[in-house]
């Protein structure tokens, strides 16, 4: 188990069939923090009012956050484009989990970060909402051919790859976009007075440095299964979490059980 002072995480999209929320569940178990910051997307309500889909996995993930609340967590929850109907509520608490647009987050170390979702800062989003809607579902084709290519690699004992992130990576506008983002979002961190920003919303998990503004970027829990923690002495660092890592750390937990058992002179399947 590893604690960290803070974890900012982004872009589940619960209720999508490509969100991952068992590889969450998966980070969740061996990552814990004092406080919580959900940087939006979290629930995908674009996709739920298109067809509802919302199996167990969805919910052992809410109820692992509530669960963490109510021993005493604090928790964040800032909403993004696809959950923009709890922007409608800042300032409420739902089970323990705090709404609200924005918030500045003061590190351990004293640095002072805007965290927002960054649907702000997307043109597209915020003018052009059709043509939103109409990126949104050729990323769910990319992810319908995420799905086929890593069913045929996991068979093949091959780890997780994104190709929805690889093929985004290969388009040149999609570079500029990514480019012209993290540009507008220092920005207003300067504006800001600042000394950095932690959002989500482009599914491009990094910690970059411009110009003397830290730009985080927390990913996202359908292509790279990313999260940014916190140490105690404010250090921020992107974690990557990938399914095999979770069965590793299982094993490893199953065998140490084993051997703790055979030391006792117990049998290694009652230990």
Aim: aromatic share 10%; hydrophobic share 40%; glycine share 8%.
């Amino acid at each position: 188990m590893k604690r960290f002072r803070t974890l900012f995480i982004s872009d589940i999209h619960l209720g999508s069939k490509a969100a991952k929320a068992d590889y969450l569940i998966d980070f969740l178990r061996y990552h814990e923090a004092d406080q919580i910051i959900l940087v939006g997307d979290i629930i995908d309500g674009w996709r739920l009012r298109r067809s509802w889909n919302w199996p167990q996995d969805c919910n052992d993930v809410v109820q692992k956050l509530l669960r963490q609340a109510r021993k005493g967590t604090r928790i964040v929850y800032i909403p993004g484009n696809h959950d923009e109907f709890l922007r409608d509520f800042p300032g409420t608490h739902f089970g323990g989990i705090e709404v609200s647009l924005e918030t500045i987050h003061e590190g351990a170390d004293g640095k002072r970060y805007l965290v927002l979702h960054g649907d702000e800062f997307d043109v597209i989003v915020r003018h052009a909402r059709i043509l939103a809607h109409l990126g949104d579902w050729a990323y769910d084709l990319a992810i319908f051919v995420n799905r086929a290519i890593n069913g045929v690699r996991r068979r093949l004992g091959m780890p997780y790859w994104s190709f929805s992130a690889w093929a985004k990576l290969q388009v040149k506008q999609a570079v500029n976009f990514i480019g012209e983002f993290q540009r507008v979002v220092v920005e207003e961190a300067r504006k800001r007075n600042v000394e950095g920003v932690i959002c989500g919303h482009i599914h491009h998990a990094t910690i970059e440095d411009f110009d003397g503004v830290q730009y985080i970027n927390t990913g996202d829990w359908v292509e790279s299964c990313t999260a940014i923690g916190e140490d105690f002495d404010g250090r921020m660092h992107l974690l990557r979490w990938d399914h095999h890592i979770g069965l590793a750390m299982r094993k490893s937990d199953s065998e140490n059980m084993a051997i703790s058992g055979a030391e006792k002179g117990l049998p290694a399947k009652a230990a």
